[in-house]
C-alpha cells in the first residue's frame, strides 16, 4: 500500500526539505541554542542534560574545554579559564585593563587594536574564545538534530557597536556557522513573547543578563515588532552584581592577599551563590576556608538591597531615557517584559515593578526567552515558514554622520531610525581645483567633532578639478539588518566612486554610548550656539579666500587705492571677528566687507563678460537660443 505524506501548514512537505537553522543566545554568563521543531520551540541540551551552556572556555595542555567542565577549573586554574568573554567583545586593551578591574587575566603585548589574553595554549582573543562556545553550541544542534545547520540567528545586545557586532559575527565565522541575522536581545525577546501570547500594544523589554543591559521600548502590531527607543548599559549585569558583594564580604573578613586571582574567582563563586540563594530565602550562610583566611558569616536581603540598589537605580536611568526617546509615557506600558538570568534578583523585579507601576511578567523562563525569539527568526529566515508575515525593525544606538568644514558633524542617518536603512546627501568641494575629498564617518549626538566617536576614513580621489561649490558628491549611508555599516562617496559629474566597510577599531569604553546620549541632551543648547559659531566661521574663512583669490588675479588692474584700502580695512574687521565667538558680529564683518567689494565684484562680472564676447556678436547667441526652443518644441509634439 502506498503512503501518502501530509505536512502540518506551514512545514515542508518532505523531511529532507526542512532547513535546520536555530537560535543561539551567546551569553555573559550561559548561552543556549534553540530551535523549531515540529511547530514547537525547544532549546537543545548538552550531553548532560542541561540546556544552560555556561560561557566559560578552559584552555588545556591537550585540549580546550567548554561550559561546565571548565567551569570547574574556573578557582584551580583561573590564568587559562576564560569567564564572561562577552564583555570584552569588541573593546580594548586598556579599556579592559581599566573598567574590568575584578578579572584577573594577563594581556599580551601586541600591535594589534584587538586584545590578547595570555593561555598556555598562546594568546587568544575574545572572538576566539567566543567562537569555542559557538563551536559546542553548533555541535549539540548537530548532534540533537542529525544534520548539518542552514544557518543560525544569534543575539546581540541591542547596544552592541558596530565593533561589537562585527567581532561577533567574526567569531560565528571562526566556528564554522552561517549567520543568517544579528538580532538584538530585546527583539528576540518581543519576537517570543509576542508569538506565544499574540499581544499588541506598546511594551518594554527589561533585559538584565551577566554582563550586559538592555531597555527597549516596542510597539507590536500585527506581527510588526517595531522598536521605538533603545538603551542599556554593554558593561552593566550580573557580574557587577557578585563583585560588590565580594568586595562586602573581603570587607566583613578583612582577608588578605585578594590580589590572588584564583582567590578573587573564588569569592566571586561564593558572592553568585549568595545572590541566587537569596532569591528563595530571607538569608543565606556563607562559609569560606582558603590560604587566606577563613570566614563565616551571613548576608540577608535587607543588604543585598543595600549593596545593589545603586546599580539597579542605574539601568532605571537607562529605562526613563529610552522613554523619552520613544515620545511614550510610562502609562502607555502595557506589559514589562523580564529578560536574564538576573531579573531572578528580587530587587531588580521589585524597583521595576515600581518604575513602571506594573507587575514585571515573569512567565517565560528568562533565560530561555532570547534563544527561543532567536529561534523562530531563524525558522522564517531560512524559509520554513514562507508564508509568515513577521516583521522586525530594530533601530541604531547613535546617529550617523560625517565631518564638514569647521569640525562640524553632518548627521546623515539620526539615532533611533528603523533598519536596514539606507540614506544620502550631497556635499561639495570648498576650494577651487580640488580634486581630493576626505571622509570622515562619525557616531554621536554632539554637534563638533571631537565630542563624537570616530568609526573610519577614507578619501575620494581622481575626479576634476572644478571651482569651489561645483563639484557634487554625493555621499550614502547603508546599515544593514545586523547593524553594520557601509559609506560610499561619488562624484556625480564624474562617476569617480570610493568606499568602506565600516570596521571600527577597538577600544570603546564602557559607558561611552550612554555617555555620549547623557551629554547631546546636556549640551544641546551650548552645541547648537558652537554650530552656528562654526559655520558662520567659515563661511568667513571662505568669503576671505574667495577675496584674496580675487584679488591676486585682477586686484591692481580694477581697484584704486581707496577703494583696496576701503577693501583691506574690512577684511581686516572680518579677521578680527572671525576669531570670536560673536555669530552676530562674524555675520555683520562679512555683510560690510560684501558692501565694500560691490563695486570691485561688478567691474569683475564685466570685465569676465567682455573677454568671453570677444569675437561674437549678441545676434549669435539669440540664434543659438532660438533653434534650442525649436528643437524643445519640436520634442514636444512628437
Known sequence: MALIQIAEPGQSTTAHQHRLAVGIDLGTTNSLVATVRSGEVDTLPGVDGSHLLPSVVHYGEDEVHVGSIAQQYSVSDPWNTIVSVKRFMGRGADDISAKDEHYSYSFAETDSAVPRIKTRSGDVSAVEVSAEILKNLKQRAIKTLGDELTGAVITVPAYFDDAQRQATKDAAKLAEINVLRLLNEPTAAAVAYGLDTGNEGVIAVYDLGGG???????RLNKGVFEVLATGGNSSLGGDDFDFVVSQWIIQQAAFSNIDDPAFRRLLMQHARSAKEALAEEDSVLISIDTENGSWQGSLDRDKLKDLLTPLVKKTLMSCRRALRDADVDIEEIREVVMVGGSTRTLLVREMVAEFFQCDPLTSIDPDKVVATG??????????????????????????????????????????????????????????????????????????????CRSLARFELRGFPPQVAGAARIRVTFQVDADGLLIVSAQEENSGIEASVDVKPSYGLSDNEIETML?????????DMHLRMLREQQVEAERVIEALDSAIDSDGDQLLSADEREQ???????????????????????????????????????NTNIKTAMQGHSIDEYAAEQNLDEKAAEAKVEE
Open 212 to 218: 550586559t543591559f538592555d531597555i527597549s521600548i516596542l
Open 374 to 451: 532567536a529561534a523562530l527568526q531563524a525558522d522564517v529566515l531560512v524559509g520554513n515558514k514562507p508564508d509568515d508575515e513577521m516583521l522586525l525593525l530594530d533601530v541604531i544606538p547613535l546617529s550617523l554622520g560625517i565631518e564638514t568644514m569647521g569640525g562640524l558633524v553632518e548627521k546623515i542617518i539620526h539615532r533611533n531610525t528603523a533598519i536596514p536603512v539606507a540614506k544620502a546627501q550631497e556635499f561639495t568641494t570648498y576650494k577651487d581645483g580640488q580634486t581630493a575629498m576626505a571622509v570622515h564617518v562619525l557616531q554621536g549626538e554632539r554637534e563638533l567633532v571631537s565630542d
Open 567 to 605: 577693501i583691506d580695512s574690512a577684511r581686516q574687521v572680518l579677521v578680527e571677528m572671525k576669531s570670536g565667538s560673536d555669530v552676530g558680529a562674524i555675520e555683520q564683518a562679512i555683510k560690510q566687507l560684501e558692501a565694500a567689494c560691490e563695486a570691485y565684484v561688478a567691474r569683475r562680472m
Open 518 to 526: 547623557r551629554d547631546s541632551i546636556e549640551h544641546a543648547e551650548d
